[in-house]
């Protein structure tokens, strides 16, 4: 079978994180989170000013420089095997990361876009808790919002992760007026990038309006669209 490289897009907090894991472990294909990774390099304690603007960038809800998280992608595939593909989560999010994309012949075969009501995206991503271990979403809170019900996805244990029993924190990004920033960035730099992938027939969109419940759809589709059995 030949290599399938998928991008999950969409505004922070619609559930790229959640879906993605579903389509890599269906397609056996690791997932990069580009956001996780920057993240990780944002919480390291260095006097270095690459790391001290990425923090303060991350901090703000602000993109980091494009260049450097085309640097941060290509290093972190290396470390996965990608041989059967790959999935990634937030990467290209401006026109220039397109663009340098564009430059490295760097291409997708798929881009799934999920859309989500913002009201919905902002509740959630408040109720949402992170594995400080293993990076595995729970999610406290269950939604109803004109005709959307996302049932919450808790932990078995309160405050642990079912995975691996790590604790559970709230992402120090997620405050109401970061989310409102964050979603503002991805309508004005990475929005913009869906008609790029859509004129080159690679894009699908996606609602998930009943959550993780819906993915046996997300899945459909996707097999379609790549002609798998
Ligand atoms: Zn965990």
Wanted: glycine content about 8%; hydrophobic content about 35%.
């Amino acid at each position: 079978m030949k290599a399938i490289k998928l991008l999950m897009m969409g505004p922070p907090g619609v559930g790229k994180g959640t879906f993605g894991k579903l389509l890599s472990k269906e397609f056996s294909i690791p997932i990069l989170t580009v956001g996780d990774e920057i993240r990780k390099i944002a919480a390291q304690e260095s006097l270095s000013q690459v790391y001290i603007d990425i923090a303060k960038d991350v901090t703000k809800g602000k993109l980091i420089n494009d260049g450097l998280a085309w640097a941060i992608m290509i290093h972190k595939l290396k470390d996965l095997d990608t041989s059967r593909g790959f999935i990634i989560d937030g990467y290209p999010r401006t026109a220039t990361e397109c663009e340098i994309m564009e430059m490295c012949d760097f291409q997708y075969d798929l881009v799934v876009s999920l859309k989500q009501h913002e009201e919905v995206i902002i509740k959630k991503t408040l109720a949402r808790r992170v594995c400080e271990s293993c990076g595995s979403t729970y999610n406290l809170a269950n939604i109803e919002y004109e005709g959307h019900k996302l049932p919450s996805m808790k932990p078995k244990v309160k405050g642990k992760c079912d995975n691996c029993g790590g604790n559970l924190i709230t992402r120090k990004d997620d405050t109401r007026s970061v989310i409102q920033k964050r979603l503002f960035t991805f309508q004005v730099h990475t929005l913009p990038l869906e008609k790029y992938f859509a004129e080159k027939g690679k894009l699908i969109e996606f609602s998930p309006y009943g959550g993780v419940a819906d993915y046996p759809q997300l899945s459909v589709k996707v097999k379609e669209k790549l002609g798998l059995p």
